[in-house]
């Protein structure tokens, strides 16, 4: 079973820089696959973010790669999210995700942690 | 990039009945890269149908993706209770590589 765990910050000042982590346990290690961050504003549908391949490749939503970057750390196994000049329309819940197996789709997710953006 | 256009926008069923959620994207997609998620509040997305057709571990067979091109359907037999949820189709994309998700259809059990 793969598990995947949020953290970070829950409050965050406009133009700052909204950091996340995931944490990937059970049978899967970082070492592998493709893993993604994906956000849901308030009221409003699934917008995903970027992911990271183990080999550190990325792929990055065109609509925030400017303020994106997504980087993991093997050792202990997880991957973050880094979100600069921060607005309150960035004000949502964050899940990390992994895909499944073949890929090309996203089999794994963490609970999602709500992310607000205010001072 | 490719737009996912999903309808309805809400769908209003009884226990027992059958729900079509239609998804079309703006270009043609390869099977491959389409999928199905249902999302309920305070939850995680749940993984229901990859490669438009291929249900994931554990899901019912009550669930079944279908088809192809610029046309793709997710089918819900037998509704229950449980099955109220906010209902995403998703598609990978080459060029560039990225995901992207329709805007929801919303699956209400009177």
């Known amino acids: 079973q793969v598990q995947l765990q949020e953290s970070g910050p829950g409050l965050v000042k406009p133009s700052g820089t909204l950091s996340l982590t995931c944490a990937v346990s059970?049978?899967?290690?970082?070492?592998?696959?493709?893993w993604s961050w994906v956000r849901q504003p308030p009221g409003k549908g699934l917008e995903w973010i970027g992911e990271i391949y183990h080999s550190g490749n990325t792929n990055y939503n065109p609509s925030l790669k400017s303020r994106v970057t997504i980087s993991m750390d093997k050792s202990k196994n997880q991957f973050s999210l880094n979100l600069n000049s921060v607005t309150a329309a960035d004000t949502a819940v964050y899940y990390c995700?992994?895909?499944?197996?073949?890929?090309?789709?996203?089999?794994?997710w963490g609970q999602g942690t709500l992310v607000t953006v205010s001072s | 990039e490719i737009v996912l256009t999903q309808s309805p926008g809400t769908l209003s069923l009884s226990p027992g009945e059958r729900a079509t959620l239609s998804c079309r994207t703006s270009q043609s997609v390869s099977n491959t890269y389409l999928a199905w998620y249902q999302h309920k509040p305070g939850q995680a997305p749940r993984l229901l149908i990859y490669?438009?057709?291929s249900r994931a571990t554990g899901i019912p067979d009550r669930f079944s993706g279908s088809g192809s091109g610029t046309d793709f359907t997710l089918t819900i037999s037998r509704l229950e209770a449980e099955d109220c949820a906010v209902y995403y189709c998703q598609q990978y994309g080459r060029s560039p590589p990225m995901y992207t998700f329709g805007q929801g259809t919303k699956l209400e059990i009177k």
């Open positions: 059970g049978d899967s290690s970082i070492s592998s696959n493709w």
């Open positions: 490669g438009a057709s």
């Open positions: 995700a992994r895909e499944g197996f073949g890929g090309y789709h996203l089999a794994y």
